[in-house]
């Protein structure tokens, strides 16, 4: 390692400052003018004059700074420990620098980090004053509880330090340098030790009932990845349309759609920003669009009557379709989640399921036997889907009123609960799945759904009451579970759904969630009560949104 510079500062003894959000001050103070770019405030050479001792003037007092304020950055640092200097700014010859042993695996976040500030790249180059140094490696003090997604970054002696145990780790400590600069033009002299609050972080989004063009999709992850959202999820089988092209099935695919060759570039950049797309094919239910091309697949009740969206789960069919497409799509999504949906069947939202769809109380009884129930071959069918993808290894997860208690199946162990409403029909209070042990990611309609035109009573969220209100314990209404529970749910994210596809354009839509997707952001990383006011959190908020000056 080389030896830092020695340069006079203060003794005072530092300060460690938890919590800090966003300072309204940036960096510490300039004590004069002059000095080489990339370090600001620092002083100019003294010039040499000769003479006695007698008649030489008192050299000038070393030049004293006041502790340096917190980065401001959404979501705001959870410990910084301020020094006293100059701190760093972008200039001229300043460079990211990556040791060649971490070249391979850094290589991407050093380059976007490089665009990102305007300056330089180099790999297995020493760092010089100026520069800013990546590297893997222990992240200190207070770090590694974080895991893979944990930081440190340093600003001392006009060079920043920025390391992590994974590539997440330091891809988002650049996030964080990135962010100070963008805010106030620099950042101050100290030291950042940051981690998240919860493992899954996102925006979940439906593009099956409104089409999104993969350049807007595009955006939406470069802005998630400035927030150091970690998850995308795409609903892109309902009703209305199913839109990713499909070599098994090309008679579901509505018009427009997104080809293949789109969503591998979507998934892959959304890859090199440490995001996983997680796909949704929702079912039996909310498959109108594959009914339409299969209409013996239709649900009917014990009158004929057809039931919107629904396929007949005792028909072997059904699940062959599905899992053709579960199996198709495997290797174009990678990551490891995989929502099977599961929510909202209409065959269990009637007073008696059995009397109504006698078809398939008698399969539950063929399969599981006498005292089975609908409800039991609806679980089945959700077990059975879960299957194809943990066989894939996938880890599977699905709606929270598509597990349904005191049957005699009961939903696989390792399903992961995305909590969204108590308020349909089999839904329970989320008490009753974490008290069953299974983990839980919130998206409680109250505060996380964005749904376009703001049908049965939604409303648009601002992000306030998100960032003053909501935190991942609130799962439900108002009122969190206790926290002892904190550690069975992963994070949360924010839902956009659209039910009346054309109430705003996707440029709305864009602008719409950009206060609240920051909300999630930052109380998903941190979940304490932030120590900013929200005006001032939506002015950052908004300030980082703008395109660059």
Sequence with gaps: MRKPRTRARSTAPAVVVA????????????????????????????????????????????????PAAAPRTIPSVRAFQPGRGPGWKPADGARVVVAQDDAAALKDEGELLAKGLGIGYAEGAAPRRGDVELALGATGSGGGSGGAESYTLTVRDGTVRIAGPDEAGVFYGTRT????????????????T?????????LHLDIARKHFTPDWIEDRLREMADLKLNQLGLHFSDDQAFRIASDSHPEIVSTPHLTKAE????????????ITVVPEIDSPGHLGAVLRAHPELQLRNADGTAVKGAVDISNPASARLVDDLLREYLPLFPGSPWHLGADEYQALVVKNPQ????????????????GAKVADLATGWLNDRAAVVRAAGRQPKAWNDGFFPGGVV???????????????????????????????????????YYVLGEPNQFTYPTGRRIYEQWTPLVLRGTTPVPAQYADQILG???AVWCDLANAQTQAQVAAGIARPLAAVAQKTWDPRPPTQPWPTFASLADRLHAPPD
């Design 492 to 494: 949360g994210r924010l």
């Design 19 to 66: 919590v800090l959000s966003f300072g309204l001050t940036s960096c510490a103070g300039t004590p004069q003018d002059g000095g080489p770019r990339g370090l600001a405030g620092t002083p100019a050479p003294t010039p040499l004059v000769t003479g006695t001792a007698a008649t030489d003037p008192a050299p000038p007092p070393s030049p004293t700074y006041p």
């Design 194 to 202: 940051d981690r998240p609050d919860k493992p899954q972080r996102g």
């Design 177 to 192: 340098l990135q962010q100070a600069v963008r805010s106030a033009g620099s950042i101050g002299e100290g030291t950042v």
């Design 355 to 370: 009397l109504s769809f006698p078809q398939l109380a008698r399969a539950a009884q063929q399969r599981y036997g006498a």
């Design 410 to 448: 009961t939903p696989a162990k390792d399903l992961q609960v995305e909590y969204w409403t108590g308020k349909e029909i089999g839904a329970r209070p989320p008490l009753a799945y974490l008290r069953e042990g299974r983990p839980v990611v919130n998206l409680n309609d109250e505060f996380l």
């Design 263 to 274: 969503v591998r570039r979507i998934v892959a950049l959304a890859k090199s920003l440490h």
